[in-house]
């Protein structure tokens, strides 16, 4: 069974520009989330996707959007593109909405550095 | 709001001996599971063990086993036999409903 893939592995933009990042879940899973995660710092949640919707958001600016696509893929897309932005960003997928009782199973990550 | 603490940003430990990774969290839902993963330098996050709050019984995984206080709001890691391979981030996570809360992790370096 094929694993949650992210791609591309690593991106450099300038300043400014919109960045896109993708994300392709488990065979199954519906849920899709974002994080960020600094260098040195923990996982700060942006986004997550269900069916196709916006199920909740981090406290990050609007300039961090995405959606979902109808095969549960997922795209993440940072615009106006700012240094502070330079992170790893982990995709994780996971069953619909339901009990807590399942983990995430997480991609590898798109290493974004913005000069 | 849910938040969650790993008051050891690093540690080290010699291969083969016995650490304990401590996680406390505060939630005000009923219904949650625990986790802890691991994110090794290749960056993949990994699931390392589960533990379902409603269970008074600690979970083991092999080498790894937590000791979960309900009351208290801890959920610590105990990694016994330490080998070289267990060096990473360790990231506590508390998960409600629909709702994953990550700790800022403890870098773990076994030393040979």
């Known amino acids: 069974e094929a694993g949650v893939t992210q791609s591309p592995t690593h991106l450099i933009k300038t300043r400014g520009q919109q960045a896109t990042l993708r994300c392709s879940p488990i065979?199954?899973?519906?849920?899709v989330y974002w994080y960020q995660q600094a260098l040195g710092l923990g996982l700060q949640f942006l986004l997550w996707?269900?069916?196709?919707?916006e199920r909740n958001r981090g406290n990050f600016p609007p300039r961090f959007s995405g959606r979902q696509f109808p095969n549960y893929s997922s795209e993440l897309n940072v615009n106006a593109l700012e240094l502070e932005d330079s992170a790893l960003y982990l995709c994780?997928?996971?069953w619909g909405t339901g009990p807590p009782t399942y983990g995430y199973t997480f991609g590898s990550g798109t290493r974004l550095t913005v000069v | 709001a849910q938040t969650v603490t790993q008051s050891q940003p690093e540690m080290s430990v010699q291969e083969a001996e016995t650490v304990t990774l401590s996680c406390t969290y505060d939630?005000?839902?009923?219904?949650?599971?625990l986790f802890w993963y691991k994110q090794p330098p290749s960056r993949q996050m990994i699931l390392v063990i589960r533990?379902?709050?409603?269970?008074?019984q600690n979970a083991t995984e092999n080498r790894f086993s937590v000791n979960f206080q309900k009351a208290a709001k801890s959920f610590s890691l105990k990694i016994s036999d330490s080998q070289l391979g267990d060096t990473a981030m360790y990231f506590c996570?508390?998960?409600?409903?629909?709702?994953?809360?990550f700790g800022s992790g403890t870098k773990l370096n076994v030393k040979p």
């Open positions: 065979s199954g899973h519906t849920s």
């Open positions: 996570a508390p998960r409600g409903f629909n709702k994953f809360y």
């Open positions: 533990q379902e709050a409603y269970k008074q």
């Open positions: 994780a997928s996971s």
């Open positions: 939630t005000s839902e009923n219904n949650y599971y």
């Open positions: 996707y269900d069916e196709g919707e």
